[in-house]
């Protein structure tokens, strides 16, 4: 039977405003010490953003993470003001990166990334029915934040998945959901 592990220490060892590392000490369930280092980090959200039935924009953006450019669907951080409301980070999102609003926005799941080493949860949306903002009511962007929309078509993204060129996993998981939608 699994067993719960009981923290005996923990204190925060790096702090900056998108996640924190924390150092535990746990007690094990066979009597043992473990430590544990935690990437604690700060929920956020994914969208898919659907121009039609077959078609969503993706982003191409370079990350300093893996050195290189990806194919992903938008997403962000949420805020304070969001905690309660993700779907005000999805509007933002929207407005930020693909200057558009959605006329229908939709909770699909939520999940945990990388539960071996982070508490980092994403929800995940679809967005419908979008439409351009003016330039007036755009939002900034996040500073240096560079990316290029990509619409693609279903027959593009399963091309994108079969031939292992999707390496994003919400972005995966994007292309597994509007597969199931499309039955």
Not at 116 to 140: C, I, N, R, W
């Amino acid at each position: 039977m699994a067993e719960r592990e009981h923290v005996i220490d923990s204190k925060i060892i790096y702090k900056g405003p998108i996640f924190s590392i924390e150092t535990q000490s746990v007690n094990l369930y066979n009597g043992h010490q473990a430590k544990r280092d935690i990437v604690r980090h700060v929920p956020a959200i994914a969208i898919l953003a659907f121009i039609d039935a077959d078609h969503m924009i993706l982003e191409k953006q370079y990350r300093a993470s893996i050195g290189d450019f990806i194919l992903e669907i938008p997403a962000g951080k949420l805020d304070e003001r969001d905690f309660d409301q993700p779907e005000h980070a999805v509007e933002r999102e929207l407005n930020e990166e693909l200057r558009m609003t959605a006329g229908v926005i939709k909770r699909v799941v939520g999940f945990f990334e990388t539960v071996g080493f982070s508490d980092a949860y994403m929800h995940v949306y679809t967005a419908q029915d979008l439409q351009l903002v003016s330039e007036k009511e755009q939002l900034p962007r996040d500073l240096g934040e560079s990316l290029d929309l990509v619409t693609v078509s279903f027959n593009d993204m399963q091309v994108l998945f079969e031939t292992g060129k999707l390496t994003d996993q919400k972005t995966i998981l994007a292309f597994l959901y509007w597969s199931y939608l499309r039955g």
